[in-house]
C-alpha cells in the first residue's frame, strides 16, 4: 500500500506565501511523475503542476504560472509546492497525485491521491 499525506495548508493574508509538502510512503519501488491539484467549492479539480520522474522539468497551469513554484526530493519521496503572492481566489483544498507508481519491479503501476489539505487565502 502507497499512501501520500499533504501538509502545510492554513490561513494566509493575499499577498503572502505557504509551502505544501506531500511525502509517499509504503512499498514504493518506483514513483514516476507527480502533482499537484487543487478544488475549490462548487468547481472541478483543476491540475496545477507536474513535475517529471527525475525532478528536473515541471509544468504549470496559467493560473499559477510564475507564482507557484514545483519541487521534488526523490530522495525523501517527497514534493513540495512553494505558493508566493497568493489571491483570495486560490482559496481551495489542495491534492498531492502521484499517478504511476510500481510497488514492485514488473508490478502493476498505481495512482495515488493524498487526503488533501486546505488552504485559506484571506484578509
Known amino acids: 500500500q502507497v499512501q501520500l499525506v499533504e501538509s502545510g495548508g492554513g490561513l494566509v493574508q493575499p499577498g503572502g506565501s505557504l509551502r505544501l509538502s506531500c511525502a509517499a510512503s509504503g512499498n514504493i519501488f518506483r514513483l514516476g511523475p507527480m502533482a499537484w491539484y487543487r478544488q475549490a467549492p462548487g468547481k472541478q479539480r483543476e491540475r496545477l503542476a507536474v513535475?517529471?520522474?527525475?525532478?528536473?522539468?515541471?509544468y504549470y497551469a496559467d493560473s499559477v504560472k510564475g507564482r507557484f513554484t514545483m519541487s521534488r526530493d526523490n530522495a525523501k519521496n517527497a514534493v513540495y509546492l512553494q505558493m508566493d503572492s497568493l489571491k483570495p481566489e486560490d482559496t481551495a483544498v489542495y491534492y498531492c497525485n502521484a499517478p504511476w507508481v510500481l510497488t514492485s519491479p514488473g508490478s502493476r503501476s498505481l495512482e495515488v491521491w493524498g487526503q488533501g489539505t486546505l488552504v485559506t487565502v484571506s484578509s
Open positions: 513535475t517529471t520522474t527525475d525532478g528536473r522539468t515541471n
